[in-house]
């Protein structure tokens, strides 16, 4: 049973930062790729990054230049280092593992619970 746990979210200022951290665990078949996802209140669930296990990376417009993804493979870990956040950052955030297609498009076949990311003005 493959299990992604995220960690680090909570309520930060505008122009501040934080680090999420993803643990993957329960036989996740390697090599794979990790992601980072968000969902707002009423908004579709969005791509913000993904990282290949050989550590290519790909991000979304809106978090490029403020965003940086990374993994420690060693510890099937993954992190997103979130820097000059705005309130529109704000979202649960949600880990993912092992990219696939769904209707031609990105996704992934393993998900977690998500933590909750809130910026102030």
């Known amino acids: 049973q493959v299990q992604l746990v995220e960690s680090g979210g909570g309520l930060v200022q505008a122009g501040g930062s934080l680090r999420l951290s993803c643990a993957a665990s329960?036989?996740?078949?390697?090599?794979?790729?990790m992601g980072w996802y968000r969902q707002a209140p009423g908004k579709e669930r969005e791509f913000v990054a993904d990282?290949?296990?050989?550590?290519?990376?790909t991000y979304a417009d809106s978090v490029k230049g403020r965003f940086t993804i990374s993994r420690d493979n060693a510890k099937n870990t993954g992190y997103l280092q979130m820097n000059s956040l705005k309130p529109e950052d704000t979202a649960i955030y949600l880990c993912?593992?092992?990219?696939?297609?769904?209707?031609?498009?990105?996704?992934?076949?393993?998900w977690g619970q998500g933590t909750q990311v809130t910026v102030s003005s």
């Open positions: 993912a593992a092992e990219r696939t297609l769904r209707n031609s498009e990105r996704w992934f076949n393993y």
């Open positions: 329960g036989g996740v078949r390697h090599p794979f790729t």
């Open positions: 990282i290949s296990w050989t550590g290519d990376t």
